[in-house]
């Protein structure tokens, strides 16, 4: 942070031709070969740091088709080439397919349509993992990480997440979290104490108010985190208040949340974008205070505003901005210390993968996942020695609790004590992105309570005359979609049985 340029996106072009370069032959969707480009060949894991032993045989033969979504930039280039150096008897195909989407929905839905065969393994997904299940896309993983002391170093919330009846069906490959932007250097200048990490929300209220004067605001906007907060306010709640245990929304979260923003924007000047709504003469108070300016985040960006809320997914978004103060990461306010947004992204074999490619699609899905060779590797990509100005992110956060991948993670540079803590309080979080997980949760979630909730922030309904109303209309249709799902997942289990 601190005006650091070292994050540009990751190009297709750079991508693949990384691949290529090592002697793999990376392929666009339709089968075009790939530019070549020089490839660091140092991207593996450091001297002196014992790699672990696999639970899978170093010596399988096999090919592995790999997709990549181009919309999502990944560092896949290091762990690749490092599982080439493990797996020499393996050759791996990366399969670049283009979506409008940051999930692999679309391309998946699309290549079924045409009957053409799904890649071995989905690398780096965001999707919908009930969906690609329904449409019987995944393959079960519970046999394979059986006994395998590595697999038991993966956080037990993430496996919870990804298990239907009893079997693992996907793997996490990174972590994520919602983080406050603090301009550093406008905190400095107004005087104000730095916020501590397990900061609760009556010390978000008094950090924001402190940082407000005639010339500055707090924070940018709270209208647009009606989702996320509800479960950093209410133990046992997640999303719009949704438990995972229960399977069902209680909505007195998301009150909770409409009451407290009511009352920030009810403080003149705390958070930015409330002065929009008022206007004398014809020109908003926002206007008045900051200029003309428009944009997301447009204030907090022109350095008038302390804070603005984001995500560490967004890390080299905001490097590309160029600021022209220092900023930094900061953990969100808590109801209970360590008690934050977690995102997982993940990685799945489809059920397309052959036979005999079978045990060196496994090595490669655990080698890239939860491997402590994998993820020395991928970490190494962000050293000091290693990171360069075409990697799309300066660190990323492993989805392991490796001792050895753990003291890499805290060895890069760009690892600050924030993130950190976001590490560590893994445990304590709750898993931010159900809609990654839970059947119909999307739909339910923007259409019912989303829109009350938006419609309520903005003055043009009462949240708390029709919050049961909507709740009972949120459960009921996540009820059907569930039921839906467990249907779907019966058949298939039973499909899967019989061929394998």
């Known amino acids: 942070m601190k005006k650091k340029v070292i994050a540009l996106l990751l190009t297709t072009a750079l991508a693949f031709g990384c691949l290529a370069g090592c002697g793999e032959s990376g392929q666009n969707e339709d089968g075009a070969e790939p530019d070549n480009q020089e490839q660091d060949d140092t991207q593996t894991p450091e001297d002196g740091q014992e790699a672990d032993t696999p639970e899978v045989n170093t010596e399988v033969t096999g090919t592995v088709t790999v997709g990549i979504n181009s919309y999502r930039n990944s560092d896949f280039e290091a762990v690749f080439n490092a599982f080439l150096e493990q797996y020499p008897n393996v050759k791996v195909e990366p ?27 989905i690398f780096d997904d965001a999707g919908s993992l009930p969906t690609y299940i329904q449409n019987g896309w995944v393959y079960p993983l519970t046999e394979f990480v059986e006994g395998d002391e590595a697999f038991e170093k993966v956080p037990q919330s993430v496996v919870d997440r990804m298990t239907y009846n009893g079997n693992l069906y996907a793997l996490g490959q990174t972590i994520h979290s919602n983080v406050l932007v603090v301009n550093e250097d406008l905190v400095e200048e107004m005087n104000v104490d730095f916020p501590e990490f397990d900061w609760t929300w009556d010390d978000f209220t008094e950090f924001i108010r402190a940082c ?32 995972y245990e229960a399977k069902n929304f209680d909505l007195t979260a998301v009150q909770k949340f409409v009451n407290y923003y009511y009352e920030i924007a009810g403080l003149n000047g705390v958070e930015a974008t409330s002065l929009k709504q008022n206007a004398s003469s014809g020109t908003s108070d926002y206007v008045t205070k900051f200029g003309d300016i428009s944009g997301t985040d447009a204030a907090f960006i022109a350095g008038k505003v302390a804070g603005t809320f984001s995500g560490v997914w967004k890390y080299a978004e905001w490097n590309q901005k160029e600021l022209d103060f220092n900023w930094e990461f900061y953990p969100v306010p808590q109801c209970t210390p360590g008690r934050i947004p977690i995102h997982v992204d993940y990685c799945w074999m489809t059920t397309d993968v052959a036979e005999e490619n079978l045990e060196a699609a496994w090595a490669f899905l655990r080698f890239v996942t939860y491997s402590k060779e994998g993820n020395l590797a991928r970490l190494t990509t962000y050293d000091e020695d290693h990171i360069t100005s075409d990697m799309n992110q300066a660190y990323y956060i492993p989805c392991t609790e490796d001792e050895d991948v753990i003291a ?43 829109k009350l909730a938006f419609e309520s922030i903005t003055g043009r309904d009462d949240f708390s005359s029709k919050m049961m109303e909507a709740q009972n209309q949120a459960n009921t249709e996540l009820a059907e979609y569930q039921q839906l799902f467990d249907e779907a997942l019966a058949a298939f289990e039973a499909e899967f049985a019989a061929s394998h």
């Open 95 to 121: 399969i670049l397919f283009e979506s409008s989407t940051d999930d692999a929905t679309e391309y998946l839905t699309s290549q079924e349509m045409a009957g053409k065969t799904l890649p071995d393994i």
């Open 212 to 243: 407000t004067n005639t010339s500055y605001s707090g924070i940018e906007d709270l209208s647009e985190q009606y989702n996320w907060i509800p479960g950093a306010m209410t133990e046992g709640r997640s999303i719009v208040g949704y438990d």
């Open 408 to 450: 890499k993670f805290e060895s890069l540079p760009y690892v600050t004590d924030a993130v950190l803590y976001i590490y560590d309080n893994i445990p304590n979080g709750y898993l931010g992105d159900p809609e990654k997980w839970v059947p119909g949760f999307e739909t339910v979630e923007y259409q019912t309570i989303g």
